[in-house]
């Protein structure tokens, strides 16, 4: 899927969704690489556009999520200049994986200012929490 098919970026505003995809960085990964480590500090957010990844914690996996969905959220919300949230569980490939990925201005700039994504951020984050 291209990033402006990503159900999380439909519900956007035309210019919004405009902008914001031509912001999208796209990166794949080969079965299973590791996309994030538990405790490593990253900002950037995550649409997976196709394939699946699998969450865990500690060594617990807790979820797995395919094309359409999205990770990294806490992470890339603005804490504040030079400061930067520990991931709170490893991202590992479970298929080759293509991810559109957003840097957290990007993001924050969009989580601020349009409440149709922002609250798809927090309906989904409730579900997989």
Known sequence: ??????????????????DLVAQVRR????????ILAEGTLS?????ILEGAVEI????DG???LEAGSFFGELGAQDAGPGYAMARNAT??????VELGVLDEA????????????????????HRQA
């Open 106 to 125: 990007a993001f924050t700039a969009v989580f601020r200012s349009v409440p149709q994504f922002r609250d798809a951020i927090h309906a989904t984050s």
């Open 56 to 59: 865990v914690r500690g060594d």
């Open 27 to 34: 990166v794949s990964y080969s079965a299973g690489a590791v």
């Open 91 to 96: 991202v590992r490939a479970l298929t080759a």
């Open 62 to 64: 807790v979820a797995t």
């Open 1 to 18: 899927m291209k990033p402006a098919e990503h159900p999380l970026v439909i519900v956007l505003p035309e210019a919004v969704r405009a």
């Open 43 to 47: 900002t950037d957010f995550f649409l």
